[in-house]
Structure formats: structure tokens, C-alpha cells
């Protein structure tokens, strides 16, 4: 018993002389010269301001620890500005930290990778997804209050190639390219919010893995299909001087009588040109750049930004103009999805949906049949009218 008491005796008088020794040090410290430092040969110099000194906000790293030892700020101002350090591996931009500052369009003054997410969350998806969903709406719109396009006059029987076989096979490898990278596309961008509440975080990770895959690789046969399609189609999507009327009554679409066309209306012809060539070769080439299939191309992160951001947005509109499209050349207008399907269309089918082009077959400036194989059951056909 007497040890313990002995050991706590002890203890005390140790706090007590570490308090007195601290409250001691205190008091010599507030009687100390606050405005003075130790300098080098043991004579004390003076502290000033050191933000009041000329060109303080412009020191370089090296300068400010005269003033301020610790102070790094001019360093990672440097690395906020998109200063590239010095690193092991031989890549350009390992050493960047922090992008440089910049202002998108739709965006704050930040750096490119805030400004660029900025410009996807803000502008693209939410614009993008509302002109899609407009589209759509005004399809359906359109089906449940004029219904599809019909006939006015019985088939003949007679019928004549709308579409070769080449021409059909571009088509449909174009087609079936560009469904498949739409709903990817789409699948990817929105389905965060549509799908992942329905299905899961997991089972969202593996679809959107698998369609990024898909995405990727579909991608070069859409561009290499696309090229086929322009070739292919060019000639008859030239303009004209009787697309004019056609684009005055749009196409007498919300009358009894198509405006007389040749054998691509105007409506026609500004999908070829707005979606298939211009969005389309925008599209692709800003996707190569994503897939890195551009030789001779630095693929650093501003590019890569940048290329993402006119692939979107082009992506989305492409998508809203060919869901016009779509519908038009399959439930939209009958008889037309047969035309692609077969290649062939019946007589009154060309003459009521494209007459002056069905004038110049019946004239004999433009061949009924194009494909030699087909010729002769066609001809078969009118023999036996």
C-alpha cells in the first residue's frame, strides 16, 4: 500500500513541474519581439508581408520559399494551369495533373475535364435525349391521327425494280450498323437513369460493358458501309428544280396528293444529305478518333474530349432525323419496306409516290429493270398483263 501511494506521489509531482515548466515557456514567449526571426550567422532579421511584396503573385516556387519556407503555392498554381511534370513512362501527358482551363460552349471557365463533363451532363444529354423523345412523339402522333400512307388506286400487278440487289445489301448492312450502335449509344448515355433503377447496378454493368464492346467494333463497318451508301445513291439525291414544289407543300404529306417527285422526293434527299453525308462522315470520323484508328493522331485527353462531344451530339441527331425515317420506310408508307425488302414496287406504288420518276421509266429514259437476272420474270409478267 505504501508503494502505490509512494508511485502516485511521484506522478503528481511530475504534472506538477510539466505544467509549471509550460506555463513558464508561455510566458517568455509573449515577451519575445513578434517581428523578428533567427537568420543565418545568429543576427535576427525582420519579418514583413510577404504578399505586400512587388511581383509576389508571379514568384516561381523557388523564389516564394525565401519568404514563405513550406509555402508551395506557385507550384500547383502551375499545376492547376496544366503544367506537365516530369514522369517515368513515355506517354505524353502522364505528367499532367490537371487539365488547363478552358470554357465550352454550355460550360463554366474550369478545367477541359470539368468543362467537358459540364457540356455532356448539361447540354448534350439533356437537349440530345429531349429532340429523340420529340421525335418519337411526333411519329406517334402522326401514325394514330393520319395513319400510314396508302394506295389510292389498286395494284396493277406489274411491278418495277425500285432497288438492285447492291443496293440493297448496302442499305441493309448501313441499317443494321447503325441500329445496333443507336441503341449502344443510347443505352450508354441514358440507361444510368431508364434501365439501372429496373435492373440493377450489376446486371446494368455487364450490358453496358458488352454494348461498349459492341459499339466499338460495329463502328468501322458503319463507316466503310456508309461510304458504299453515298457512292451508291449520290446521283439520284442530287437536287432538282422539281424538289422545290415538294418542299413548299411538304410533299402534299398532309393532303389527298403526293407532290410529284423523281425517284427521291425532297424530304428523301435532305435525309441523304443532312443525316447519311453530313452527320453521317462527322459521326465516323469523330468515332475513329475515339476508337484511336487515326494514324499519325496524339490522342490526348483535350482530343479525345473534344471528339466525344461532336460524336454525341452528331450521334443524337442523326438518331431524331432517322426515326423519321424509319417509320416512313416501314409502317409509315405501304408498300415501301417491301421496295427494300424485294427491290421491286408495283406500278401505282411509283406512280402515286414518285411520278415523275415512274414518267421517265414509262418513257423509257430510265430502265424498269436494272438487275439482268431479273429481267426475265419481270418481263414474263408484263407479257402475261
Known sequence: MN??????ARTLRLLVLATAAWAAGA???????????????????????????????????????????????????????????????????????????????????????EAWRQVRNR????????????????????YFTKGPLKLHAPPTGRKIERFTA???????????????????????????????????????GWLTYALKNVHNFVGPLFAVSLVIVIATFVRDNLPRREDWAWLVRFGGLFGDQEVPSHRFNAGEKI????????????????????????????????????????HASAALLMVALFIGHIYMGTVGTEGAYQAMKTGYVDETWAREHHQLWYEDIQAGRIPAERSAPAAQPVAAARAVT
Request: with cysteine; glycine share 10%.
Open 123 to 142: 447540354v448534350i444529354l439533356p437537349y440530345g435525349g429531349a429532340l429523340v423523345l420529340i421525335a418519337l412523339l411526333a411519329v406517334a402522333i402522326f
Open 166 to 204: 447492291f443496293e440493297r445489301a448496302a442499305h441493309w448492312a448501313n441499317a443494321a450498323a447503325f441500329v445496333l450502335l443507336a441503341v449502344s449509344g443510347l443505352v450508354m448515355a441514358f440507361g444510368q437513369y431508364v434501365l439501372r433503377p429496373v435492373i440493377g447496378a450489376t446486371l446494368f
Open 3 to 8: 508503494a502505490i501511494t509512494q508511485s502516485c
Open 27 to 113: 510566458v517568455l514567449a509573449q515577451q519575445m519581439p513578434p517581428a523578428t526571426l533567427p537568420a543565418t550567422g545568429g543576427q535576427p532579421r525582420e519579418l514583413v508581408d510577404a504578399a505586400s511584396q512587388p511581383g509576389y503573385a508571379t514568384q516561381s516556387n523557388a523564389e516564394r520559399q525565401k519568404v514563405q519556407p513550406g509555402n508551395n503555392a506557385p507550384m500547383w498554381r502551375q499545376v492547376g494551369q496544366g503544367a506537365e511534370g516530369v514522369v517515368n513512362f513515355p506517354y505524353r501527358e502522364y505528367g499532367v495533373l490537371i487539365q488547363p482551363t478552358v470554357q465550352y460552349p454550355g460550360s463554366a471557365t474550369t478545367n477541359a475535364g
Open 271 to 310: 435525309v441523304f444529305w443532312a443525316g447519311v453525308f453530313v452527320l453521317g462522315l462527322v459521326v465516323v470520323g469523330s468515332g475513329l478518333v475515339l476508337d484511336k484508328l487515326v494514324p499519325g493522331l496524339e490522342y490526348l485527353r483535350a482530343q479525345m474530349q473534344l471528339a466525344h462531344m461532336i
